[in-house]
């Protein structure tokens, strides 16, 4: 759609002014071609969104080929956390844990209108998005997304991945919640991004 | 106990009734009424208040003291044997005036009846009502449900605790009308509680006397397990 | 705990395995002329040594658990005594937003909550919602809405097919299972455009009509797909393993399953014959042919059996109602309820205020209440409504089958050991979605 190509469809130039060197570059190239091509999914499934989620992983969509078939239910050997689903409080300190429990590299995949942004469920029970508990990379949209359009997304983080640097320190810190309110980003900011979209709230929050 | 048993058909008391049929042509009032309500009107007398026929449905208003024994006597008579309750719930009317009422769904398998019995709680008073798990096992978890979402005791049932809810709920009792949708609390405030569940203290203390393991965790944590914090999930 | 007595003729297709699926003892030494020696009888299984009993924790993050089931476990040895159940880790608050949605509105809730039966929580609450509006619906839409349900149980009963298989070890059939279901997608999104979440129902009448070709592809659909019924059933109904692993566990007496609420095939299997089907009829079931199963021993062997051959009654109900669809209007013909054309609705003044006041305000029903239950692939599902007149209930209620399933999971994992625990909770097909709401 539209002319311009998509940021990431871009080749990931090699910048002749950085100081990072041949070596290095390779390496970044073969570490998170290894990373990209084989991220061991941690699918946390709780509704519709996971039954879709075993329908890609299933022979007509096939997430083999991606290298995740191998789905690693115990968090210390997944790379990518996949919440397919709504998440209510009560699950909220669950995917946390989860989340910590994780080692090194990983990413995060919400998948679906819930686990986004608490989709069509706007009440008092479900998180308004887990980002707001843990940080995404990827946000796939959907109610739930189709097959296709999760793996979509996979191929966005995969190129996310790929645009990795090694020297790049920042990228592996661990989220670090508030040891008293177990936020980790303001509150503020968590009020802001659960209010309800559209005409309640914010008229001119779009521009129009 | 092991089977093999011997297979109960549901209409086995009733052989000659005419075959059920999908209903049709529903009216909104009137229509045939359930014998059953006939029957109770003449052993219970003055506690069952009111039978309507709403959409072919046979609603007995019953007086909230006479609950339990009206209940085990639809289960208990051979005449009746409403064996299979299906579900207990409560509604809450927009019209904060009315009372709520407890509704309790029975269905006799052998007679092939369904009847629906309803109970009115004032609101001025604490919302107490007989539970009816001695009668039916199904009880336990719908009435934990109906607890947890509107607030009403349900005296005699074994382990009322809320269930979908964490126990340390602070909010009240969502289905309540003056609860509202989005909660009490700001998102930020309601994570926050959410959050504050201490994942060592996630169990009851009935469960950690399982394995003796309440000597296995660290000091402060038994004293703050002593003093009454819970996840309480 | 006693072992099951009960013949079944097991073609054994592991070799070296006895007639309760444990591995034969087989002497080192034969006898010197290579005749067999009698095989010593293996030696009765020894209580585990008394000691402490342990504490485990199952969830509510775990493959086996069907989602985001919590089950805390007191372990002697490896026999479960007491199993605490935790459950609302998906609560969503429905009951709550069905108070602030018209009732068209909360079709697409309805999907969310039974998440493979999507197709038929729609059919269940229009059904329901009818009976509280007082409308009949068309014979085209009752025979629609039968084949919609018959679909929707069998790819409720695939999931449940495939999710068990790989609980108690089988992996393959779970792709099988998968494939098939991909084919009944094929058809729900040619229908009403979407997978999994179809909000196919208006009240009143669907979300639209079937197009050209669906009948032909639904046909097709009930030619091929038996073959994969019989493969999986092939594979695993006389199977030494899966024998060996099903029968004896989680057993519920006739009394027990009735008195704890169990619904669905959990009933069926013990030998209660009660499907909502036959006893309350509705979209004139009654007037279809076909068998409902009743399993004898309450275990989870015969849940097994019970749901198989449900799929292949849902196949000869398909069969029938592809024969019998008759032509007509699909929606009720009420202004009151149904949208007009958009050709009218453009043109006329009458029925741009129909048009107006459905869609902004919603059908109101008269003052009343309603209780539809349906035989879900689950159980018995009903929708709960209760009226005041304006366009959104007060009450929305929904009686959950896999909820009250569950309730029981305590009195039937005890006494068996750990590895039973994820087979028996897989037998009953639950849903948490539909548990939590």
Redesign the interface.
Known sequence: MGLTPRPEHRVVEYDPSSQEGWVATRLDFLVNWGRANSLWPMPFGTACCAIEFMATAASRFDLARFGMERMSFSPRQADVLICAGRVPFKLAPVIRRIWQQMAQPKWAISMGACASSGGMFDNYAVVQGIDTIIPVDVYVPGCPPRPEGLMYGIMMLQEKVKRERMNDATLRNEMEPDPKSQLWIPAPTIDELSEPFGNSVHQTRSGL | ???????????SASKDAP??????????RGGAVNPSAADLRTRFGASIRRVDV????T?VYVAPEAVLDIIRWLHDDPSQRY?????V?A?????LEQPIEV?W?LRS?PY?R?L?VKAQLTKNRPLEIPSVWSI???A???ER?CFD?FGIMFVGHPDLR?????EQYR?GF??RKD?????RF????????????N?EA??SM???S????FEDLPTEMRQRLRSGERTG? | MATQKRTVEVALSTTGLDAEGRPQRVPLVTANDGAAVAVEAPPAIEPDLAGEHMLINIGPQHPATHGVLRLVLELDGETVVRCIPHVGYLHCGFEKIGEYRQYNQIIPWTDREDYLNSIGNNCAFSLGAERLFGVDITPRCTVLRVMAMELSRIISHLVWLGTTCIDIGAFTPFLWSFQERENVYNLLEGWVGARLTTSATRVGGMAADIPDGWIEGLRNFIRTFPKTIDEIDRMLTKNGIWVGRTVGLGIMSPEEAVNWGLSGPMVRASGVAYDVRKDFPYLDYETYDFDVPVGTNGDVYDRYLVRMEEIRQSVRILAQAVDRLPDGPVNVDDPRLILPPKSKATSEMESMIHHFKVVMEGPRPPLGEAYVAVESPKGEKGYYMVSDGTSKPVRWRIRPPSFVNLSAIPKMVEGHLLSDVIAINASIDIVMGEIDR
């Not at chain 2, 106990?1 to 209409?11: H, K, N, R, S, W």
């Not at chain 2, 509604?91 to 019209?95: A, G, H, N, S």
């Not at chain 2, 609860?179 to 909660?183: A, D, K, N, Q, Y």
């Not at chain 2, 399982?210 to 393991?213: E, G, L, S, V, W």
């Open positions: 106990m092991t089977g093999p048993f011997p297979i109960e058909y549901a209409g075959a059920p049929a999908t209903p049709r042509n529903v009216p909104n709403v959409w072919g449905e609603n064996d299979y309750l299906s579900d719930t509604v809450e009317y927009r019209d509704v769904h398998l092939r369904f629906r039916y096992k199904s336990d978890w719908l449900e979402m809320r269930i979908l809810m964490w909010e969502p289905l609860f509202p949708l989005r909660g700001s998102r930020a405030e309601q994570l926050r509680q959410a959050l504050a569940a994942p996630r169990y009935e469960e950690l399982i394995a003796d393991a999930e």
